[in-house]
């Protein structure tokens, strides 16, 4: 069965990096772009960016451009986020997900909980 | 880009019909039939109820459906069920080949 598995729960202080992996079984990995999205705390959900099959296109929501490093390897049908100099904001639950066509994402992961705090 | 606007909250009793509207412009909600809708339950990861404005993923319900007009798409749940309380987020693509979200919309079921 389709499956994204997320990397564990993460505390980071502000300015560091953090790097969420998303490693995906029972699909041809190689076939389908990922998204990123965010949800904070009692907050709606934001898309962060996308990354295409062959991971040399990538797509960032304007606010995280220059922050964001979306990434996948397809030897070990992973993909990473990676957001850089961490602000208390930063503070969310991150998913990845599986993009069906133009936006429909139709597996996601279990999501990662990043905590922000010094 | 901003948000797509939803309204924050729509309530039904359970067997009626209701109505979520997802308001964008024409840099994307009426630039591409390319709109989803998702639910989302507390604490649970979103799931996809509908792909491309009106198609259903296999497995789930006939009772949601999508359509859009203009810069405007809606999803519509008919037979409401107690199951059917949670969020729901419209998404768009967008023709700056970038996706946005609607604001949210808190279902109740009365």
């Known amino acids: 069965q389709v499956q994204l598995v997320q990397s564990g729960a993460e505390v980071k202080k502000p300015g560091a990096s953090v790097k969420v992996s998303c490693k995906a079984s029972g699909f041809t990995f190689s076939w389908h772009h990922i998204h990123w999205v965010r949800q904070a705390p009692g907050q709606g959900l934001e898309w962060m960016g996308i990354i295409n099959p062959s991971g040399d296109i990538t797509s960032y929501a304007q606010k995280f451009q220059g922050r964001l490093t979306l990434t996948r390897d397809t030897s070990t049908s992973t993909a990473f986020m990676e957001l850089s100099r961490l602000r208390r904001d930063d503070t969310a639950v991150y998913y990845c997900s599986r993009d069906l066509n133009y936006g429909g994402a139709d597996y996601w992961g279990q999501g990662t909980l990043v905590t922000v705090s010094s | 880009q901003s948000a797509l606007t939803q309204p924050a909250s729509v309530s039904g009793s359970p067997g009626q019909s209701i109505t979520i509207s997802c308001t964008g412009t024409?840099?994307?909600?009426?630039?591409?039939?390319?709109v989803s809708w998702y639910q989302q339950h507390p604490t649970k990861a979103p799931k996809l109820m509908i792909y491309?404005?009106?198609n259903r993923p296999s497995g789930v319900s006939n009772r949601f459906s999508g359509s859009k007009s203009g810069n405007t798409a809606s999803l519509t749940i008919s037979g409401l069920q107690a199951e059917d309380e949670a969020d729901y987020y419209c998404k768009s693509y967008t023709v700056s080949n970038r996706y946005v979200f609607g604001t949210g919309t808190k279902v109740t079921v009365l």
């Open positions: 491309d404005v009106g």
């Open positions: 024409s840099s994307d909600v009426g630039a591409y039939n390319y």
